[in-house]
């Protein structure tokens, strides 16, 4: 491949190319037009690149109704939005999607708030005070009041026309929602099926009614697995009276399971929520410090143990070099059985017998794979000290047969422990997923060192006399 050839395939930093633009000397109408072939997310990563003065003669090229979509691509929107003068905030909140605009509006003081509210027109005002009714852990936070519903029974060509006339206000068209003349919700149709239907298909035939909802007073962490589920480009949100009321959009589904995950993350690191870069040093010390006391006592614990067994060691020094297997290992397996724990008990309706089977099903695959693993390290251990190390083959046979045995016990035990801490602590109302991580990994560490050193002890010193 020729140099011309590689500079072809190197794809161009629109953003740096949008900057550039802002900063040359083109008329307003020529850059105008040359901005529009730019996608919005590209203009708004050129956004970091530009002066106050530079943004502000970028703003008033876009207009309000196209900045607004821009400034949902970035995360720094709030920061940009404020730059603005009062009134032109307030237009651009009325462009902006309404979860957007109501993260944004919770950032200001009550006395910011209420001036931009009092600015809106009475429909905005009823769209997000509607949204902003709900708390945050409710999926109603997170719904937009974009989307296009129409009435069941109408022919093609009038459902075509309102569509056509909602259009105009809300871009969400790919799925559109059918309700009743009450306005429950009766299922959704695909815009294509919509465009090719036929004169005179009835509107039921080309109308999924097994269309996938939600309510808008669900717990997020109650249905983020049913959200994961679904394939959908929007789905519809309902009030307690089955009607509709707003819409998650592809974007807001990805997000809302990126914040899960992100969650997770943060627990499975010890950490009560996920922080962020700009938080206060004591909010990021109160959520880390009480568990990490915790992990200290149990810490200290394992360091008790361990000078419990200080003859042992003495008297077998060479043990000391396969500790820290044992307890990688056993750390391993219990953090992978707590990880699928964590995700069986998403189901509320979990019963006593299914939990139970669950215990026994990661006993006998931890037993499965301590079995294999036990075999493997027996192997190496033996061949590591008669081979490389010279020690007699009785003495090898014994030290690895030790380490194996305790390796399949401690593996077994941490199965048992990743499976049940989480239950019991589901069981007392606390977050299992806060039962993770380092925690469990001590805990298991803690099993390990009295399977380990307590075999070594009464196997190869008690019974062998070694």
Not at 268 to 281: H, I, K, V
Request: net charge negative; charged share 25%; proline share 2%.
């Amino acid at each position: 491949m020729n140099d011309k050839d590689k500079t072809l395939q190197v794809r161009p930093d629109y953003a740096v190319e949008v900057s550039q633009l802002i900063k040359g000397t083109l008329s307003p109408k020529l850059m105008k037009e040359k901005l529009l072939t730019y996608h919005e997310s590209d203009i708004a990563d050129a956004l970091k690149y530009l002066k106050s003065d530079e943004r502000f003669r970028l703003y008033s090229l876009l207009g309000l109704q196209l900045l607004s979509q821009v400034l949902a691509h970035t995360d720094d929107r709030n920061i940009y939005i404020d730059e603005l003068p009062l009134k032109k905030q307030e237009e651009i909140l009325h462009y902006l999607d309404s979860t957007l605009a109501i993260e944004y509006l919770k950032g200001l003081s009550k006395t910011e708030r209420n001036t931009l509210i009092d600015l809106m027109d009475e429909e905005r005002k009823t769209e997000l005070s509607l949204i902003n009714s709900f708390d945050e852990d409710e999926i109603g936070s997170r719904m937009t009041t974009n989307y296009i519903q129409i009435e069941e029974g109408i022919s093609i060509e009038k459902a075509m026309s309102s569509l056509i006339a909602q259009a105009a206000e809300n871009d969400n068209i790919s799925t559109i929602y059918v309700v009743d003349s009450d306005g429950l919700f009766e299922g959704a149709i695909d815009l294509k099926d919509l465009i090719i239907a036929r004169k005179g298909t009835n509107l039921d035939e080309i109308t999924v009614t097994s269309y996938p909802y939600v309510y808008a007073t669900e717990l997020i962490d109650d249905c983020i697995e049913r959200l994961k589920d679904y394939r959908e480009d929007s789905i519809p949100v309902l009030n307690s009276d089955n009607k509709l009321c707003g819409a998650l959009t592809g974007q807001e589904l990805s997000q809302l399971i990126d914040d899960e995950m992100g969650d997770d993350y943060a627990k499975l690191a010890g950490l009560s929520a996920e922080e962020e870069l700009n938080e206060p040093l004591k909010m990021s010390m109160k959520k880390r410090l009480p568990w990490l006391i915790i992990l200290l006592a149990l810490g200290l614990g394992v360091s008790s143990v361990v000078g419990a067994f200080e003859s042992v060691v003495a008297q077998l020094t060479i043990i000391i070099s396969f500790q820290s297997l044992i307890l990688d290992m056993a750390g391993n397996v219990g953090t992978q059985s707590l990880a699928v724990t964590i995700r069986v008990l998403m189901d509320e309706k979990l019963s006593f017998k299914q939990k139970l089977l669950l215990v026994l099903k990661e006993i006998k695959i931890g037993f499965a794979n301590g079995f294999l693993l036990s075999i493997i390290s027996l192997l190496i251990i033996f061949a590591y000290l008669f081979l490389l190390k010279g020690q007699p083959i009785n003495y090898a046979i014994l030290y690895a047969s030790c380490a194996s045995i305790s390796l399949i016990i401690a593996i077994v035990l941490s199965s048992f422990t990743g499976t049940v801490v989480p239950l019991l602590f589901k069981n007392i109302n606390i977050d299992p997923a806060v039962a993770s991580g380092p925690l469990i990994t001590t805990i298991n560490d803690l099993v390990a060192i009295v399977t380990y050193y307590g075999l070594a002890w009464v196997l190869l010193i008690g019974v062998f006399n070694l």
